[in-house]
């Protein structure tokens, strides 16, 4: 019986324990860290080389919110898997045979033969068979008490045993869902250990690219004995490529992935370009790394579409083309690498001049 109540206990309990672990930890961590990033990839088109500081500080609020939600997801598993190890133990059964059913036949055999025998020695007027009489009735009153103690002791086995049962249904079922939510609970902290990973790899290249965006041109060395090895043709000039270039923060025209924010940096020495692109898109199919960064050079063109091979900072190889615009300000990129699990190679849209 003690053993049927410890495991209700549990069960009733069990969502009350997992809720006595407190959150306040990683929440307090999660509103400093969205404080300090507020509107950071619209800002880093013209804050600067002075938005550093704030990206050094964002990237360390969001390792401090991932680790802290990562310990309770791990605590929050833990302490499911110890529930389900108290629920799986089995629990201790009433025997029935405490009262076994041979005892009660046995009672009321007995009792019958002594109320016969009684019924016949009724109309004797013997004296001795009077007193044998009284003595009978004696023992059929204490066999009649024990058939109806056997009765209800029947009863409450039953009883007992039907409500042990249904209890032990509820422990197994409780069991399985316990088990289920350990292994989302461990599942999901592996995963937001990738997350917060992934948020340490995005700040460190929303720094490069304020960095890249911010440094002064390499200096032009000026030849005068070998003339540059290209030009844009008449009516192109280089400044429609060169120079920094962010995606809008609305009304941006893209097409197949669409970007949140885009950062290209393009520079031009004696007619040779050196450029670097970091950008993050919204994930869309099979992609799970929204982040895009490679490099890329190459000779300019004599020719408005200008075409560079890239390498990303994976090591994957590629494509880059570069399309002026409407206007003076717009420049539209097109970029195509070899495919890689999980990665976004694709991706086509419009960029303003800072």
Known sequence: MRCW???????????????QTSREAYRQDYDAWREVHGNLERDA??????LIPQVDRAAARVAAFGTNRAAYAKAAAQTAAQQRQILQAGT??????????????LVTGELQ?????????????????????????????????????????????????????????????????????TSALSQNSVQLEKETAAWAAYYEGLAKAIQLANAPPPPRVE??????????????????????WTYPVSNGVFHGAQPEFVDLVVHDTNGHADGALF?????????????????????????PLQRFPLMTSEGTAGTIELIPGPAFNLLEVNFVADPRQGKINVGNFILVKK
């Open 279 to 303: 950008a993050r898109f919204k994930l869309s199919g099979t992609a799970t790394d929204p982040l895009v960064r490679f490099d890329f050079q190459g000779d300019f063109a004599a020719a």
């Open 113 to 181: 033969t002594v109320t016969k025998t009684i019924t016949r020695f009724a109309e004797d007027r013997d004296r001795g068979i009077q007193q044998l009489r009284q003595s009978l009735e004696r023992e059929r009153d204490a066999l009649a008490a024990l058939n109806d103690a056997i009765q209800a002791r029947q009863k409450a086995v039953t009883t007992t045993t039907a409500a042990g049962t249904a209890l032990e249904q509820v422990r197994i079922r409780a069991a399985e869902m316990i088990g289920s939510e």
């Open 45 to 50: 088109g013209s804050g600067g080389a002075t």
């Open 92 to 105: 201790t059964r009433l025997s029935p045979d405490l009262a076994p059913p041979a005892l009660a036949a």
């Open 223 to 244: 030849v005068t004995t070998v003339a540059p090895r290209n030009d844009n043709g008449p009516g192109i000039p280089r400044a429609r490529y060169v120079g920094a």
């Open 5 to 19: 109540l410890f495991a209700g206990i549990w069960i009733c309990s069990a969502a009350g324990l997992m809720g």
